[in-house]
T-cell receptor, first 110, second 116 residues
């Protein structure tokens, strides 16, 4: 059974600092996604990573994928308050089903 | 281009009643997925449908839950005889294709079901 684990589950950090969220998954998958969820809202797609060594960046967020280690990272650079949210990674099982991690609740303090 | 539309946004039911959750996929999308999110947890896959067909229902409870995606109209997730444990946020997602590079699932705003 495919399992996806994120850490940390809770992260409180100050504005301007850098940090990394980790996502490990247990079996081979051909796609990894990062989503953002604000309280009471839906999930917003951030990144889709398809191949080993893939790196994508959008603003202060950068995601990378190491398929050999079954590890993805979401790096936050010089955090700002607007990035406070819960971040989920998800991998595909079969062609379509997404298996989600538990989520990392990120709080950025002024 | 409207996104994935779910209604209602909030639904309150008493134990034993039926809950019907609706999902209209994005325009041009023929693949629909339902997920359930319990408080403080990630989303759990329930079912994957294409028009008029259930492709994968491995995440659906065996009893009381059913889903359909008719030729015309929205996808429906139906929960019969609801119990308190059914209280959760139910998210629908849609995608245009299942090809690797293009299969991004876009999520609706969710239906928050509360069972009293």
């Amino acid at each position: 059974e495919l399992k996806v684990e994120q850490n940390p589950l809770f992260l409180s950090m100050q504005e301007g600092k850098n940090y990394t969220i980790y996502c490990n998954y247990s079996t081979t998958s051909d796609r990894l996604y990062w989503y953002r969820q604000d309280p009471g809202k839906s999930l917003e797609s951030l990144f889709v990573l398809l191949s080993n060594g893939a790196v994508k960046q959008e603003g202060r967020l950068m995601a990378s994928l190491d398929t050999k280690a079954r590890l993805s990272t979401l790096h936050i650079t010089a955090a700002v308050h607007d990035l406070s949210a819960t971040y989920f990674c998800a991998v595909t099982q079969g062609a379509q089903k997404l298996v989600f991690g538990q989520g990392t609740r990120l709080t950025i303090n002024p | 281009n409207a996104g994935v539309m779910q209604n209602p946004r909030h639904l309150v039911r008493r134990r034993g009643q039926e809950a019907r959750l609706r999902c209209s996929p994005m325009k041009g999308h023929s693949h629909v997925y339902w997920y359930r999110q319990l408080p403080e947890e990630g989303l759990k896959f329930m079912v994957y449908l294409q028009k008029e067909n259930i492709i994968d229902e491995s995440g659906m409870p065996k009893e009381r839950f059913s889903a359909e995606f008719p030729k015309e109209g929205p996808s429906i997730l139906r929960i019969q005889q609801v119990v308190r444990g059914d209280s959760a946020a139910y998210f629908c997602a849609s995608s245009r294709t299942v090809e690797s590079a293009k299969n991004i699932q876009y999520f609706g705003a969710g239906t928050r079901l509360s069972v009293l």
